[in-house]
């Protein structure tokens, strides 16, 4: 008997509390979900891009671990403050996924 599997790889999104931040110390909270539960810990991989300058504005995660049979895990983006004026304009960054790790997923 073969038991055909009825739910897809799953796939990712990532949504986040705060849209603006103050450069000393303010986080944002991210939260990374997958579309299904899967029954291995899914690694999902992490980019940025934009005028802020990752460790040097703001840190971050570069891949965080969604653990064997959740679906959303949450992480914190805090900026960091500099003391250098930065040229009379906001300084912004966009977290994406770059890769969702299936390679150990059944």
Do not use: H, K, M
């Not at 073969?2 to 103050?22: F, H, M, Q, Y």
């Not at 450069?23 to 005028?51: C, F, N, P, R």
């Not at 403050?81 to 299936?102: F, G, P, V």
Request: with cysteine; aromatic share 6%; hydrophobic share 35%.
């Amino acid at each position: 008997i073969t038991i055909c599997d009825a739910e897809s790889a799953p796939t990712g999104t990532l949504s986040r509390n705060n849209a603006t931040v103050s450069e000393d110390g303010g986080t944002s909270t991210i939260a990374a979900t997958l579309s299904v539960a899967t029954y291995q810990d899914v690694i999902v991989s992490l980019s940025d891009s934009g005028t802020a300058i990752d460790y040097t504005d703001f840190s971050y995660t570069g891949s965080i671990t969604i653990s064997a049979g959740a679906v959303e895990v949450s992480y914190t983006v805090t900026s960091i403050a500099d003391e250098i004026y930065d040229a009379a304009s906001d300084e912004s960054t966009t977290i994406s996924i770059s890769n969702i790790d299936r390679s150990s997923v059944s």
